[in-house]
């Protein structure tokens, strides 16, 4: 009988260890299957795609207008947020026929960090962008478009790089940076973002101005590289092929502090 109770005991504290490992798997072990949807997505693919692999949307906003752009009409447009965890969203805008016009990805936790590959089909020019990664170890070859925080939150968007490449589907615009729209963004590191950028947009207002203020981080100056290091990428953007990432996003990146909550 001793034997016979010990012994159940034994399956019992063994299936309550399984058991637990299961749950444990279930509740921590989740960002693997969400990197994977994401780097299943692209920018043309249809709005039903999007919908089936993350869920229904959190906002849809008719979007009338853009970048005046000649011979484009941008009637019909409308963006898409999705949440389908309170640790990142997904913005898309698409056409009247539900195609996406521009895919963006925003990371609101330091531990979500999905890795996206562009210019997939070609070895040669391949490069990888992880959410978590300092701005300057992306791609320094890459434009950079300096935009910096205010005080009043004017501009969210600290800074971002663009490249455009071809691909499978022909040519694509890409892009990543930082910005502070996410709630779980902590008050702390959006004031300490703030005065960093706002001391940069000080010395930056002596010095004369480039034509657009943008550069590559291979040549721009030790100061602001310097603040670039320090800028973690938590967003990132691609088109459809042909697209253009200017023309939906002129100034920050990404989902916006009005749809982000």
Same mark, same amino acid.
């Given at each position: 009988?001793?034997?016979?109770?010990?012994?159940?005991?034994?399956?019992?504290?063994?299936?309550?260890?399984?058991?637990?490992?299961?749950?444990?798997?279930?509740?921590?072990?989740?960002?693997?299957?969400?990197?994977?949807?994401?780097?299943?997505?692209?920018?043309?693919?249809?709005?039903?795609?999007?919908?089936?692999?993350?869920?229904?949307?959190?906002?849809?906003?008719?979007?009338?207008?853009?970048?005046?752009?000649?011979?484009?009409?941008?009637?019909?447009?409308?963006?898409?947020?999705?949440?389908?965890?309170?640790?990142?969203?997904?913005?898309?805008?698409?056409?009247?026929?539900?195609?996406?016009?521009?895919?963006?990805?925003?990371?609101?936790?330091?531990?979500?960090?999905?890795?996206?590959?562009?210019?997939?089909?070609?070895?040669?020019?391949?490069?990888?962008?992880?959410?978590?990664?300092?701005?300057?170890?992306?791609?320094?070859?890459?434009?950079?478009?300096?935009?910096?925080?205010?005080?009043?939150?004017?501009?969210? *968007? =600290?800074?971002?790089?663009?490249? $455009? /490449?071809?691909?499978? @589907?022909?040519?694509?615009? +890409?892009?990543?940076?930082?910005? !502070?729209?996410?709630?779980?963004?902590?008050?702390?590191?959006?004031?300490?973002?703030?005065?960093?950028? *706002? =001391?940069?947009?000080?010395?930056? $207002? /002596?010095?004369?101005? @480039?034509?657009?203020?943008? +550069?590559?981080?291979?040549?721009? !100056?030790?100061?602001?590289?310097?603040?670039?290091?320090?800028?973690?990428?938590?967003?990132?953007?691609?088109?459809?092929?042909?697209?253009?990432?200017?023309?939906?996003?002129?100034?920050?990146?990404?989902?916006?502090?009005?749809?982000?909550?």
């Amino acid at each position: 009988m001793v034997v016979l109770f010990v012994s159940s005991i034994v399956t019992a504290v063994s299936t309550l260890i399984t058991a637990s490992n299961v749950v444990w798997k279930m509740t921590e072990d989740w960002r693997p299957a969400e990197y994977r949807k994401l780097s299943s997505l692209r920018g043309g693919h249809t709005i039903e795609r999007f919908t089936k692999t993350l869920g229904p949307a959190s906002y849809r906003v008719p979007l009338p207008s853009f970048v005046p752009v000649a011979d484009e009409d941008d009637s019909g447009l409308t963006k898409h947020v999705f949440r389908p965890r309170e640790e990142y969203r997904v913005e898309v805008i698409t056409n009247p026929g539900g195609a996406t016009l521009v895919y963006a990805v925003t990371s609101c936790s330091s531990s979500f960090t999905p890795t996206f590959e562009v210019n997939r089909n070609s070895p040669k020019h391949r490069f990888t962008v992880k959410l978590g990664t300092r701005l300057t170890d992306v791609r320094p070859s890459a434009t950079t478009v300096h935009q910096w925080m205010t005080a009043t939150g004017a501009r969210q *968007s =600290a800074v971002s790089q663009r490249e $455009s /490449t071809g691909d499978e @589907d022909g040519k694509r615009e +890409y892009a990543w940076g930082s910005n !502070d729209v996410c709630p779980l963004t902590s008050e702390r590191s959006r004031r300490d973002a703030d005065r960093l950028w *706002s =001391a940069w947009e000080t010395w930056q $207002s /002596t010095r004369t101005p @480039d034509e657009n203020a943008v +550069y590559t981080a291979e040549r721009t !100056d030790p100061r602001t590289r310097a603040l670039m290091d320090r800028s973690k990428v938590n967003v990132y953007v691609e088109t459809e092929p042909q697209g253009s990432i200017h023309r939906y996003y002129p100034a920050l990146l990404g989902v916006n502090r009005s749809n982000a909550d």
